[in-house]
């Protein structure tokens, strides 16, 4: 059998994680992904580990995981909406922003175009929705 993932869904409230974010800014994105997520999802979010907030789930080549979802670290706001974000057009028109193999990283949603981001996390839901039907 595989390892279990180390990142569990937990049953930890994720208005109490929301609200101890330190940074205000931080904890007010964090506000503002949460609600376009579970506009974009249907879904409640969970807490998937310590630090993460996901909305959906799906069972992968590596166990089961958020479809979905965003961590407000200390460093910055990590989106997580999809695998390959080089793929996804629209990210030339999204602003400043870094990104991993299925991570997005804002330093602040004030810098980057909050229509274009609504966008790619809407197209990394579809794309979730058709690799890990229901």
């Known amino acids: ?5 180390k990142t569990q869904k937990t049953k930890a409230s ?4 929301i609200a101890a974010v330190e940074d205000d800014t931080r904890r007010k994105d964090a506000k503002n992904v949460d609600k376009m997520m579970r506009e974009i999802s249907g879904e409640k979010p969970a807490m998937w580990g310590p630090s ?6 799906y069972e992968g080549p590596t166990g089961k995981w958020p479809r979905i979802g965003f961590s407000p670290r200390k460093a910055n ?7 390959g974000y080089a793929r996804e057009p629209l990210m030339k028109k ?3 922003h870094k990104t991993g193999r299925s991570c997005l990283y804002i330093n602040k949603l004030a810098d980057v175009d ?3 981001l609504r966008q790619i996390v809407v197209n990394g839901w579809k794309i979730m929705a058709k ?4």
């Open 77 to 83: 706001l990590v989106i997580y909406a999809m695998d």
């Open 131 to 134: 690799k890990y039907p229901e």
């Open 94 to 96: 999204l602003g400043k």
């Open 114 to 116: 909050e229509g274009v």
């Open 14 to 17: 994720v208005a109490a994680f």
């Open 1 to 5: 059998a595989m390892a279990e993932p």
């Open 52 to 57: 993460i907030v996901g909305y959906g789930e």
